[in-house]
């Protein structure tokens, strides 16, 4: 993997970034709403409305509004937001760690299990494992997500209250840092198991279909001519197919990020899903920029991750690499 082709995709990200940085300050300028009624009251005097555009920076030129926007999002400043009055990044910050262990989670989890399920149905491919694991896959793969999760929050939480029906933490706080985690981890349990159960089968169809064409390839039919244990045979195979995997997990990170805003929507968790929606429907626009920006450098990163992940692991794209 030459410098050449690594200084290709990170100034390829950095373009990307750029253009969603222009996107996102135009479009949230032309969305249905006015801002500036947002925080400032018709009651105000002259003078207190005055002071507040100044505050907020909307009695600038727009260029000059862009540039200082720009400066924000780089600087990861972000401003204040029109609702809370606080600065975006403390409300982020606050509400990053429920939106990061979330997506980590049920990604770590669905990512596993349908790699596993996915390797079991391929090595017994025309049996009744192979059948279970596809419709089961299958099944899970085609229903809504929040169509699965307000499912599981009437049974689970309701019906059967084992999980909290809402909330990251119960109110009023459990005492003890040992009874906050539990009770944390307790409310982000079936939120975790409801997007784990979304996206293991597309997971394991995936991995399957990779690994049937693995083991199909003339050096898995020489190993086992060879006499190689069945466990090896599969491992080379497996081998061979890591590089898509990987690619597929970082590419998928993005996706678990954003639709963050639906399951914590649902599950009414103090994350950064409800935080942007709240934003975008208020028109809160350093609140609501400052979060699209976060998920873009999210995604540019993992995809700038993927390709470089791509290389280590597939020795063909180091050597093409040299060759550019």
Known sequence: MSSKWLAKRILASFIVLAAVLVLNFILFRMMPGDAVSTIIDPSFSPEAKENLRRIYGLDKPLFEQFLIYVREMLTFSFGLSFLSRKPVWDELASRLPVTLALASASMTISALLGTWLGIKAAINRGHFAEKLVLR???????????????????????????????????????????????????????????????????????????????????????????????????????????????????????????????????????????????????????????????????????????????????PRVRIEGRGE
């Open 136 to 314: 089961a896959s299958a099944v899970t793969s085609s229903f809504p997500s929040f169509f699965v999760q307000l499912i599981l929050l009437m049974l689970f939480a309701h019906t059967f209250p084992i999980f909290p029906l809402r909330g990251t933490l119960s109110f009023p706080q459990p005492q003890g840092t040992i009874n906050i985690f539990i009770d944390y981890v307790w409310h982000l349990a079936l939120p975790v198991i409801s997007l784990s159960l979304i996206s293991f089968g597309g997971w394991a169809l995936y991995v399957r279909n990779l690994m049937v064409r693995a083991l199909s390839e003339d050096f898995i039919t020489m190993a086992r001519a060879r006499g190689l244990p069945p466990n090896r045979v599969n491992l080379h195979a497996f081998r061979t197919i890591l590089p898509p995997i990987v690619t597929i997990l970082l590419m998928s990170v993005p996706g678990l990020v954003s639709g963050a805003v639906i399951t914590e929507s649902v599950f009414s968790l103090h994350g950064v899903g409800t935080f942007l929606l709240d934003a975008v429907s208020s028109a809160d626009y350093p609140a609501a920029g400052a979060a699209f920006y976060l998920l873009a450098l999210i995604t540019v990163t993992s995809n700038l991750l993927a390709d470089i992940a791509y290389g280590l692991v597939d």
